[in-house]
T-cell receptor
């Protein structure tokens, strides 16, 4: 079946502009996660959605970052007034459930964001 | 909060065995996961330990000691394609995974 897809694969934007990153999770997966990975670094948790529950936004680095998930499926991560330190690969993942099953996450190919 | 420590780099030769260690500190704990990530690629799930002991999946095995807050990933019969970054991650209750900073494995011929 289809895996997690993300778009765009690459995004170059000027400092101060807003960007939207999209994630299509695996069908039927109720949990969706956003991570950020800087070059040569680990994965930094940003936000997760589980079904109809309120999202866990505890990893968002500033109020310039927001995300929504429509209809329990597609998610959009928005970064407002982008800064150069926002440059990274943004990875989306989904899993069957949150809790004991969340250890096996399926990742998308990521969006490489470059802020000039 | 959660924190994990793993070596930044490991080098080994084809056919050898390599062990990548991970120590963690977390408040609440379900289990320890391992992910592989090739350069430019997405992380892919390798293994998960919820209980103490060794889990074997082909050439890869993973070990967990909850009392020592320690685990490792064991890769046997190394192949060139195993050159990648390996991340351990903890599953705290009701929170997303927390990943370590990754271990870059270089397999040499």
């Amino acid at each position: 079946g289809a895996g997690v897809s993300q778009s765009p694969s690459n995004k170059v934007t000027e400092k101060g502009k807003d960007v939207e990153l999209r994630c299509d999770p695996i069908s039927g997966h109720t949990a969706l996660y956003w991570y950020r990975q800087s070059l040569g670094q680990g994965l930094e948790f940003l936000i997760y959605f589980q079904g109809n529950s309120a999202p866990d936004k505890s990893g968002l680095p500033s109020d310039r970052f927001s995300a929504e998930r429509t209809g329990g499926s597609v998610s959009t991560l928005t970064i407002q007034r982008t800064q150069q330190e926002d440059s990274a690969v943004y990875l989306c993942a989904s899993s069957r459930d949150y809790g004991t099953d969340s250890y096996e996450q399926y990742f998308g190919p990521g969006t490489r964001l470059t802020v000039t | 909060g959660q924190s994990l420590e793993q070596p930044s780099e490991v080098t080994a030769v084809e056919g050898a065995i390599v062990q990548i260690n991970c120590t963690y500190q977390t408040s609440g704990f379900y289990g320890l996961s391992w992910y592989q990530q090739h350069d430019g690629g997405a992380p892919t799930f390798l293994s998960y330990n919820a209980l103490d002991g060794l889990e074997e999946t082909g050439r890869f095995s993973s070990f967990l000691s909850r009392s020592d807050s320690y685990g490792y990933l064991l890769l046997q019969e190394l192949q060139m394609k195993d050159s990648a970054s390996y991340f351990c991650a903890v599953s705290p209750p009701q929170r997303a995974l927390t990943f370590g900073s990754g271990t870059r494995l270089q397999v040499q011929p």
